[in-house]
């Protein structure tokens, strides 16, 4: 299998080959050319022509760029399908996603570039001061973080409605529920919480749970309020160790 192709100012005809080969062998297409973009599902939008950047990927997401901002200007999520055809000197791309149903047709007037990349990518992100090194931060390192007499009995308990982040105890040998979320506190994370209390409440006299956040919203803390829970500000830890860092040395 060829792991790459690029056409440069292709006609038509290459335009078309590196979609049908791109798209049968599932790999990452990007298009540059002079476009027009149509869409139609919840609302209908129009962008006139323009040079702009398509991206299609094997999992059917589909993309739009124009030449500023981070975000595509137009785009269909994964699990769409993609067709093309050349009709009157024009390619025609059209990502369909069927529930709910929207369209999105593309038409191509002029390709600068045309390029297919099979990739093999299996990595998941790894991220820096995620819920887990918040977790391992309480249950390893400091468990007295959480506050003074804090002991932790277990990490992600699991329970008939869901996995607890970390189960321990404090000072007075009551049970703690903590429930971790590495951005702010919403509406959702105490409704969780609360769901996991009132799960082990019956059995446990003097149960507290606890939502660990580095900050929570107004409302969120209303409610934590009503149900006679509590918060805990922690922000997850930035620094890994030395032999845990990949860095890279391009401008030391």
């Not at 739009?64 to 595509?72: A, V």
């Not at 009709?87 to 069927?98: E, G, V």
């Not at 209303?222 to 845990?244: C, I, S």
Request: hydrophobic share 35%.
């Amino acid at each position: 299998m060829v792991k790459f192709k690029v056409e440069e100012n292709p006609d038509i005809e290459k335009t078309n080959e590196i979609l049908k080969d791109g798209l049968k062998n599932k790999a990452i297409i990007i298009i540059t050319a002079c476009c027009r973009v149509f869409y139609e599902g919840r609302a209908k939008s129009n962008l006139e022509l323009g040079d702009r950047v398509i991206i299609i990927k094997p999992d059917g997401s589909f993309l739009i760029h124009k030449s500023e901002k981070r975000n595509p200007v137009n785009w269909q999520p994964p699990g769409c399908t993609v067709k093309f055809k050349v009709k009157d000197d024009l390619m025609l791309i059209r990502s369909i996603r069927k529930n709910p149903k929207e369209i999105l047709d593309v038409e191509i007037s002029k390709t600068y570039m045309a390029t297919y990349f099979v990739a093999k990518d299996y990595e998941e992100l790894d991220l820096i001061g995620s819920e887990e090194d918040m977790a391992n931060l309480i249950f390893y390192e400091n468990p007295e973080v959480i506050e003074e007499g804090f002991k932790p009995i277990a990490k992600e308990k699991s329970i008939s409605n869901g996995v607890i982040d970390i189960l321990g105890k404090d000072k007075n040998g009551n049970i703690m529920v903590l429930e971790l979320k590495r951005v702010r506190g919403s509406l959702g994370a105490v409704s969780q919480l609360k769901r996991y209390v009132d799960n082990l409440k019956e059995e446990n006299e003097g149960l507290r749970g606890m939502l660990v956040a580095p900050s929570i919203t107004d409302s969120a803390m209303k409610l934590l309020k009503e149900y006679g829970l509590e918060f805990k500000e922690l922000h997850p830890p930035k620094k890994l160790k030395k032999e845990d860092i990949i860095k890279l040395d391009f401008f030391d």
